[in-house]
């Protein structure tokens, strides 16, 4: 299987350690601000095109999000808005979660991702991975499901965002980066502290049935006195999502047994990257309080890992680190700054 990789965000200087703190290459390209229902549809991808005489659902490479596979709570949590329905769980600050998807649905997807690995293996498909750090996920939008994931953010997550994240949901969402990541004690185990290159973040667990360990753990948002601070960790239900800002700090935990699959949409508002408060989110970054908690520490980013941690495995293979937080002059009292490259062990 020949793997495509994204090349590295350019932005512009003063924004640089916010760059490396995401683990995304390339952020996918915004459209112009539209309001929610009227988000232009794709043309597909090489892939998609390469994929399409083989779907095994082609359902799921539809206009439209069918009914029948929104769970009900998703439904009733929809319909109430503004107000909160008690389906909609805050599980910490600024973290919520739902059951989102039915069990056929849930079905019908793992089969379908099951056949894609199996087809652009047999048939040498590019597949592109969501990011550097994860081997074996995939960027549905462009196997074709960009459309149907499109109609779901559209008509579902919007809605949800904008009462509850209404400053980074202004003016609707514009476009999103949709993905498959997948864990398995053979594979990829888990995934580093970061935040993400989205506004608004949709997590869904898809299963499979059966695995262990691999927990989401929140710590605060970037660029606070709290950000490197754990606040939660979030034990993951197949069918049911958690929706989160994101520019919070958080880590997939390492996996122990049977294999867990992930559908990841990333939101974006182009109102919202055009505003003020978002630059003005990205530009500031106060002091660190305090020392940061051990299940926060980031191998790629963090100055003062080895501080606390030997370098795991994955760390000591990958070709470079470039560690940036806590940004110079905002260290926390004590702070104290550690080998962090494996070209200096």
């Given at each position: ?16 350690f916010f ?54 709570d ?23 979660s ?15 991702l ?5 087809i ?17 996920g ?98 993951h ?12 700090r958080?880590?997939?935990?390492d ?18 990257r ?8 990205r ?16 191998y ?11 370098l ?10 470039h ?12 702070y ?10």
């Amino acid at each position: 299987m020949r793997t495509l990789l994204r090349r590295t965000i350019s932005y512009p200087a003063v924004f640089s350690f916010f760059a490396r703190s995401s683990f995304l290459f390339e952020r996918p390209q915004l459209t112009s601000a539209l309001s929610p229902r009227r988000f232009t549809m794709r043309r597909t991808s090489v892939t998609a095109d390469q994929y399409a005489p083989y779907r095994k659902h082609p359902q799921l490479f539809g206009d439209t999000f069918q009914d029948q596979w929104v769970h009900p709570d998703l439904k009733e949590i929809t319909q109430t808005l503004p107000k909160l329905s008690p389906k909609l769980k805050l599980e910490t600050d600024e973290v919520y979660s739902f059951d989102c998807f039915t069990p056929d649905f849930l079905d019908l997807f793992r089969e379908e991702l099951e056949h894609f690995y199996k087809i652009s293996e047999e048939k040498n498909i590019d597949v592109r991975r969501p990011n550097s750090m994860n081997n074996y996920g995939v960027v549905v939008n462009e196997i074709g499901m960009r459309n149907l994931l499109t109609d779901f953010q559209q008509r579902y997550l919007w809605p949800l965002a904008n009462v509850l994240f209404p400053l980074e949901s202004q003016g609707g969402f514009d476009d999103h980066h949709a993905f498959i990541v997948r864990y398995n004690a053979d594979e990829d185990l888990g995934l580093d502290m970061h935040i993400d290159d989205s506004d608004v973040t949709f997590n869904v667990c898809l299963g499979e049935p059966g695995y262990t360990g691999s927990g989401l753990t929140f710590c605060g948002n970037f660029g606070t006195s709290n950000h490197r601070i754990k606040t939660y960790k979030y034990p993951h239900q197949m069918g049911r999502a958690v929706f989160h800002l994101g520019h919070r700090r958080h880590g997939a935990d390492d996996i122990e047994t049977g294999t867990r699959i992930n559908l990841i949409i990333w939101n974006h508002s182009w109102s919202y990257r055009s505003s003020e408060a978002y630059r003005q989110r990205r530009h500031n970054y106060v002091d660190e309080a305090q020392a940061p908690s051990l299940e926060c520490l980031s191998y790629t980013h963090d100055r003062d890992f080895t501080h606390f941690r030997a370098l795991p495995k994955q760390a000591l293979e990958m070709d470079h680190l470039h560690p940036w937080c806590p940004p110079p002059g905002k260290e926390y009292p004590g702070y104290k700054h550690s080998i962090m490259s494996p070209d200096e062990l």
